[in-house]
């Protein structure tokens, strides 16, 4: 079955340089989700988009900000890299048309290792 | 706030034993759970879910998991562990809210250690 991918795979960028990460769907899902999961830690939901509209929003920094195509995709722009965004990210989705609780249920692609130095 | 704890950072298990994983949540309602399973540099395997209904939920390779309302826990079972079941398991949490997409709570991760 197809699942939900991520590119790039991995990223190395200078403090203060920009990002863009990108995440395509499981076909038919139209809900999209980013994490971050630090070194050792549990992942930090940052946020979400349903049919291009920012749906939910958690602990995202305002130097990053994220956008939903009309072919589902999503993609994560992170400005001015701190040392401190290196990390795992990755992206979710799930359908909110399929009907009953198959929405409720994420599917996380591989992530996206990005170090910054 | 709404949260969702794993008191165990590491459980060590011989293979063969059966396993345990605990998890507990604090919210008003019923939550929607989740238990993931990551490989180390892996993504995010979804394991079983709870919603509503039957208390006792089957997933994949094996692993089942227990609501308990009185007990606000969600714990992961296993009735006989193998080499492979070695990595870090993530209980998450959410509200219920009638539709959107809202994002997931995680707790901290049980790291689980299988031993020969």
């Known amino acids: 079955a197809a699942g939900v991918i991520q590119s790039p795979r991995h990223l190395i960028k200078e403090k203060r340089e920009t990002a863009t990460l990108k995440c395509y769907p499981i076909?038919?899902?139209?809900?999209v989700y980013w994490y971050q999961q630090g070194p050792g830690q549990d992942p930090q939901f940052l946020i979400s988009?349903?049919?291009?509209?920012?749906?939910d929003k958690g602990s995202i920094p305002d130097r990053f900000s994220a956008q939903q195509f009309s072919d589902y995709h999503s993609e994560l722009n992170m400005s001015s890299l701190e040392l401190g965004d290196s990390a795992l990210y990755f992206c979710?989705?799930?359908?909110?048309?399929?009907?009953?609780?198959?929405?409720?249920?994420?599917?996380f692609g591989p992530g996206t290792r990005l170090l910054v130095l | 706030a709404q949260s969702v704890t794993q008191p165990d950072i590491h459980i060590t298990v011989s293979e063969g034993a059966s396993l345990e994983l605990r998890c507990n949540y604090s919210?008003?309602?019923?939550?929607?759970l989740f238990w993931y399973v990551q490989s180390p540099g892996q993504g995010l395997q979804l394991l079983l879910k709870?919603?509503?209904?039957?208390?006792l939920v089957q997933g994949i390779k094996g692993f089942e998991a227990e609501f308990k309302r009185s007990q606000s826990s969600f714990n992961l079972r296993k009735p006989s562990v193998h080499w492979s079941d070695a990595a870090e398991y993530f209980c998450?949490?959410?509200?219920?809210?009638?539709?959107?997409?809202?994002?997931?709570?995680f707790g901290k991760g049980t790291h689980l250690i299988i031993q020969p």
């Open positions: 979710a989705s799930s359908s909110q048309s399929v009907g009953g609780l198959s929405w409720e249920t994420q599917y």
């Open positions: 076909p038919r899902h139209d809900t």
């Open positions: 988009f349903y049919e291009k509209m920012q749906s």
């Open positions: 919210y008003g309602a019923t939550p929607y």
């Open positions: 709870y919603f509503s209904g039957d208390t």
């Open positions: 998450a949490f959410r509200m219920y809210s009638g539709g959107g997409a809202d994002g997931l709570t």
